[in-house]
């Protein structure tokens, strides 16, 4: 079956270290989105990805790192400048025309040490 | 600019009782409008779609929401409640720029036994 994977399920993280969430999508779609997830805020946009090697800063960027290598993979890197990382990280992918619905993985929830 | 306001970030309902989620959109183009369901831990699974085809758009689970460009409203109702819908409820919004969602900021269903 198609669809998105994220990995782990549960990451924790300690103090200065860096940690990195896959997400891996066989749906063929060109656009590939993370998103933080934290009670009473809905969904908010960390980076978005609508071809591969190019890749744009969303709402709340600062912290956070992406690669788009391959059109399959979109990993998230939360560096140690992100100083409130604990939340539910949710990947999304779909295809480019913008009438067409995001397609999410199970999502990754981070916590601190 | 497109935007979605969810009014009540909280709303519970009997057992067999009409299930009414409101969601109003702020579009300058046409708009392309979703909802989505999240089950705890879970990622956000595709209920339905209104990408103008039709004003009243059926989805899974016995949910419908119709689309009123008069109100830019997109509520979505289910004439009865069932225990297994209790979980937030998210109205998002597509433009045509960009591939980017915008999200509402969630509603929680809760269904009283």
């Known amino acids: 079956d198609g669809g998105i994977t994220q990995s782990p399920k549960y990451l924790f993280r300690k103090e200065g270290q860096n940690v990195t969430l896959s997400c891996e999508q066989n749906?063929?779609?060109?656009?590939m989105y993370w998103y933080r997830q934290d009670p009473g805020q809905g969904l908010r946009l960390i980076y978005y990805?609508?071809?591969?090697?190019?890749?744009q800063k969303g709402d709340i960027a600062e912290g956070y790192s992406v690669s788009r290598e391959k059109k399959e993979s979109f990993p998230l890197t939360v560096t140690s400048a992100q100083k409130n990382p604990t939340a539910f990280y949710l990947c999304?992918?779909?295809?480019?025309?913008?009438?067409?619905?995001?397609?999410f993985g199970d999502g990754t929830r981070l916590s601190i040490l | 600019a497109q935007s979605v306001t969810q009014l009540g970030s909280h709303v519970s309902v009997s057992e067999g009782a009409l299930v009414l989620l409101r969601c109003n959109y702020s579009?300058?183009?046409?708009?392309?409008l979703f909802w989505y369901v999240q089950y705890p831990n879970q990622g956000l699974q595709l209920l339905l779609k209104?990408?103008?085809?039709?004003?009243l758009v059926k989805g899974i689970n016995g949910f419908e929401a119709e689309f009123k460009k008069s109100e830019t409203s997109f509520h979505l109702t289910k004439p009865s409640a069932h225990m297994s819908d209790a979980a937030e409820y998210f109205c998002?919004?597509?433009?045509?720029?960009?591939?980017?969602?915008?999200f509402g900021t969630g509603t929680s269903l809760t269904v009283i036994p």
């Open positions: 999304a992918s779909t295809h480019r025309s913008s009438n067409q619905p995001q397609h």
């Open positions: 749906l063929n779609h060109d656009a």
């Open positions: 990805s609508q071809i591969v090697n190019d890749f």
């Open positions: 579009s300058s183009v046409p708009p392309y």
């Open positions: 209104y990408t103008s085809a039709a004003t």
């Open positions: 998002a919004v597509s433009g045509n720029t960009g591939n980017q969602f915008y």
